[in-house]
């Protein structure tokens, strides 16, 4: 996972946003696309894609997996990454997830 540099136009608004998407996926994201002064503004909107995107995924893996012990397993480790990855964020900082943020890119979704 690498990072990219601060950037000084990112406000505080825009860390707090990028953290409840990940924490809250896939709700946060959904109800930010929403919102019209919020959905583009270019952190938030890098964040918001990513976040709503490994939030639909986690949540289809855990429901298939759930049918077993490991479903629990993921669910818990999906929510610990959900934690790292929202407190980058919150520090200002751009996540990179591997497979997700290339597909969000190619969709022009960020």
Not at 45 to 59: M, S, T
Not at 63 to 77: E, K, M, P, R
Request: glycine residues 6%; positive net charge.
């Amino acid at each position: 996972m690498t990072q990219q540099p601060i950037n000084s136009e990112i406000t505080s608004d825009d860390k707090l946003w990028a953290l409840l998407a990940y924490i809250f996926t896939p709700i946060v994201p959904v109800i930010l696309l929403l919102m019209e002064d919020k959905k583009n503004r270019p952190f938030i909107k890098a964040h918001n894609a990513q976040a709503l995107a490994w939030g639909i995924v986690l949540w289809v893996v855990t429901f298939v997996l759930s049918f077993v012990i490991v479903g629990a397993c993921v669910g818990v480790a999906g929510v610990v990454v959900n934690i790292i990855w929202g407190v980058k964020a919150y520090q200002g900082n751009y996540v990179n997830i591997p497979l997700i943020t290339d597909f969000v890119k190619k969709q022009n979704w960020a």
